[in-house]
């Protein structure tokens, strides 16, 4: 990555993209999909050890990576005073010295992502700050509850002030071949949001094949998703490079054919500030600097915010003692 480019995309202003309406199923589009598994393995596996960003302008990506995080709590302990302690986490991310430090103004998160139970806490708690919340819906995370139930419980967060909704898709659909129920299934989920956006999780661990994950991308964005995101977190496998460069250029696939821009979230597993720093390269080399935005692109991640905190503290005392030397020649 270049500096121009940072400069370029750090100071957007945040525009919102037109929501992406969906299309008929093309059941020729996604039987003819295509995934070849060893030629994607071999990029994935070049990305960890390229140099993606220069060392002087890591702390600046480090922070745009920070206001693309849907900071997460999905755990069975889950109470309100945690998610209140998230939420002012989201709201003030890195500590405001360190900052100052940088010469940076206070960012926030991109979101807040909780379950539904959660959701009426995490609105009261970001109030004013224009920070969304994310609820994990559907019978998350394996998606078998009665259909109606989990079409209602998708209407239940709405009302309860999610203005986004993480749906898991049924992954029996994937691994039977059955487009058309998927495509139903998802255009009935996104119906459901109303003027909520909707992420479509693939649970790409749980698909068999690339090739499959590259087929379900496409249905569901057909089927009118705003985000496509790789995992619950819950399964055995979450978010890799190769499940990545499936579903990104599945996206680009779509905004070829459709003009509309689908969101990307890779989510589970995600905790090292320098997995991000891949991830945001591969989305600039994939994808091009409109999706590194938070209205394109989330990290789902519960753990990765610490990392990036410990890689800037490193960073500004770093810079201290480089100063240091230099003044003392
Ligand atoms: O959607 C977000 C994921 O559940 C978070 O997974 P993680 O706890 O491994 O970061």
Known sequence: METQSLERT????????????GMDLDLDWVRTAQANTSAIERRAATLPGRRSVKKDYQAAWLL????MIDLTTLSGDDTEGRVRRLCAKARQPVAPALL?????PQITTGAVCVYHDMVATAVEALKGSGIPVAAVSTGFPAGLSPFHLRVAEIGESVNAGAAEIDIVISRRHVLTGNWQALYDEMKAFRAACGHAH???I???GELGSLRN???AALVCMMGGADFIKTSTGKESVNATLPVSLVMIRAIRDYYDRTGYRVGYKPAGGISKAKDALVYLSLIKDELGDRWLQPDLFRFGASSLLGDIERQLEHHVTGAYSAGYRHAMG
């Open 10 to 21: 750090a100071h957007l202003p945040q525009v919102t993209e037109p929501r992406n309406p």
């Open 64 to 67: 745009k990576a920070i206001t």
């Open 100 to 104: 100052d430090a940088m010469g940076m």
């Open 198 to 200: 909707v992420k479509a």
């Open 202 to 204: 693939l649970a790409t």
């Open 213 to 215: 994950v590259a087929r």
